[in-house]
């Protein structure tokens, strides 16, 4: 198995050390990241940015890492309920429980 590498959090909080909570939200966030693929952080950076309100795109970029203006765009794609966007899902073979369609006829 790759070794996945999980970003330290860039903000001030989290370099003071002041709040173990915010402190474990912002790794949370940032594990959460490591595992998902381009589109899907700019999207939950987007979705955090949205929770955040007014300068959130600035405090998500120094949580994550990304770019100011890929969380804002992620924000907009979110926010339109990411209209548009492809709804190919990426799995892996053999991945995933049974659809509950397939249950219910058992
Ligand atoms: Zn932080």
Do not use: Y
Request: net charge positive.
């Amino acid at each position: 198995m790759d070794a996945v590498v999980v970003r330290a959090c860039g903000c001030a909080d989290c370099q003071g050390g002041e709040d173990d909570r915010v402190f474990a939200e912002h790794r949370r966030i940032n594990v959460l990241l490591s595992r998902m693929n381009e589109q899907q952080r700019r999207w939950f950076a987007g979705h955090e940015s949205l929770r955040l309100g007014f300068g959130g795109d600035v405090r998500m970029s120094q949580v994550t890492g990304l770019n100011v203006d890929t969380i804002a765009r992620g924000r907009s794609e979110v926010s339109q309920d990411l209209a548009g966007r492809p709804t190919d899902r990426v799995r892996l073979p053999g991945g995933g429980r049974p659809s509950v369609e397939k249950k219910i006829r058992h």
